[in-house]
């Protein structure tokens, strides 16, 4: 290592913060841990002597439901983002209009500029009982009251979608980029049509983008606070949201730790599993 930055000065500038950033995350995650092994004193922000009674607390009903509910939303988030985030990576990277191609990037990625919080609010308005959605279904004579959309997991979901898509339509983009035309000029001339070519030969082939796409979405979305809680409304619990409530609410710092280092092992847990899970895929673009 250190013959190399002799060889590349300008490379200790490129290590020095990335290990500065890791020194960090390490002492954050040392420090949640001794939290966690400590005692909950009720009415005090100290916390008490040794004790392994916190991990006992992950096995109620609440938090189990939490761990459930947050991996089943960031499996379905990841999906519908994939699902709805593929054709337009497509027509993204296979459009000659550059007009269109524009257009495409600009409302596919702006969002990345505005944050977190922001895009959140908007969709308050757009899914309230006197919102967008609501407001049109009346007009149109579709319904009589207004559909609860507000507070719900369907409403968690699809902000959590518009929130990810953007990222999976740029690493969706970059696989597709790189599929080579000729694979796929090649089978139209053995005399396959252009469904049979996208399915045989394109999809295969931007697979590693699929995988690598839909795995940012599940981790992103595993670590969302603002969206959960604000269009959950405290009705749809996750893992972020319970550490929120037992931290900042009951300043139960030691179970909300706990619970904490439950859900980076279940996120780890997840992804190694689903990344083995997806491998045989991801070979499939191997071209």
């Not at 090649?186 to 070519?197: D, E, Y």
Request: hydrophobic share 55%; net charge positive.
């Amino acid at each position: 290592m250190r013959s190399a930055i002799r060889r590349r000065p300008f490379l200790a500038l490129f290590v020095t913060p990335a290990v500065l950033v890791a020194a960090a995350v390490v002492a954050a995650l040392a420090a949640i841990l001794r939290y966690s092994l400590h005692a909950y004193l009720p009415g005090s922000l100290d916390i008490g002597g040794f004790t392994l009674d916190n991990l006992a607390d992950l096995g109620r009903p609440i938090v189990l439901r939490a761990l459930r509910d947050t991996v089943l939303i960031c499996f379905e988030t990841a999906l519908i983002t994939l699902l709805v985030g593929y054709p337009v990576a497509y027509a993204l990277v296979r459009t000659r209009s550059v007009v269109l191609k524009s257009v495409i990037l600009v409302v596919a990625v702006t969002p990345l500029f505005l944050g977190e919080v922001v895009r959140t609010y908007a969709w308050t308005v757009v899914l309230g009982h006197a919102g967008f959605v609501n407001a049109t279904l009346r007009q149109l004579g579709l319904i009589e009251r207004p559909i609860q959309l507000m507070f719900t997991e369907f409403g968690v979901i699809v902000a959590l979608v518009h929130v990810t898509l953007p990222v999976m339509v740029v690493m969706l983009a970059a696989a597709l980029a790189h599929i080579d035309r000729d694979y796929e000029r090649a089978a139209q001339s053995l005399g396959a049509g252009p469904v049979r070519a996208f399915l045989t030969v394109t999809l295969p082939l931007s697979m590693p983008g699929v995988v690598a796409g839909f795995t940012t979405a599940f981790a992103w979305t595993f670590s969302a606070f603002a969206t959960p809680q604000v269009i959950g409304g405290g009705k749809v619990s996750v893992v972020s949201t319970l550490v929120y409530q037992l931290g900042l609410s009951s300043f139960n710092f030691p179970v909300a730790a706990s619970l904490s280092l439950a859900g980076l092992v279940l996120a780890l847990g997840t992804m190694w599993l689903v990344r083995r899970a997806t491998r045989p895929l991801e070979a499939l673009g191997g071209h």
